[in-house]
């Protein structure tokens, strides 16, 4: 069983950043794959961006390629993602999810374990 729990959420203008967390518990979180996925209201939840259990692999949706970025830290069983250059259409509730894999992309089939979410607004 893994237990994520997500935050760093919060209000922030455009153009502006947040950096969001995601503790997992167990002892096998290195073994893990990991994604951050966003829901936005009144639409379907999205792919953002996925890391490999070493942290070697990335991949992000085009959506926000090169404004955000995915990272984890293995030794405190935490995975991030760094959001610059906030938009309003960011707004969004973000989960961080863990597959049982080596490596996990969009699929959210993928997905073993998911979080309960962090809300981040950006306002104009």
């Known amino acids: 069983q893994v237990q994520l729990v997500e935050s760093g959420g919060g209000l922030v203008q455009a153009g502006g950043s947040l950096r969001l967390s995601c503790a997992a518990s167990?002892?096998?979180?290195?073994?893990?794959?990991m994604g951050w996925f966003r829901q936005a209201p009144g639409k379907e939840r999205e792919f953002v961006a996925a890391?490999?259990?070493?942290?070697?692999?990335?991949v992000s949706a085009d959506s926000v390629k090169d404004r955000f970025t995915i990272s984890r830290d293995n030794a405190k069983n935490t995975v991030y993602l760094q959001m610059n250059s906030l938009k309003l259409e960011d707004t969004a509730v973000y989960y961080c999810?863990?597959?049982?894999?080596?490596?996990?992309?969009?699929?959210?089939?993928?997905?073993?374990?998911w979080g309960q979410g962090t809300q981040v607004t950006v306002s104009s």
């Open positions: 890391i490999s259990w070493s942290g070697a692999g990335k």
């Open positions: 999810a863990a597959a049982g894999t080596s490596h996990s992309g969009p699929k959210e089939g993928d997905y073993d374990y």
């Open positions: 167990g002892r096998t979180f290195s073994s893990y794959a």
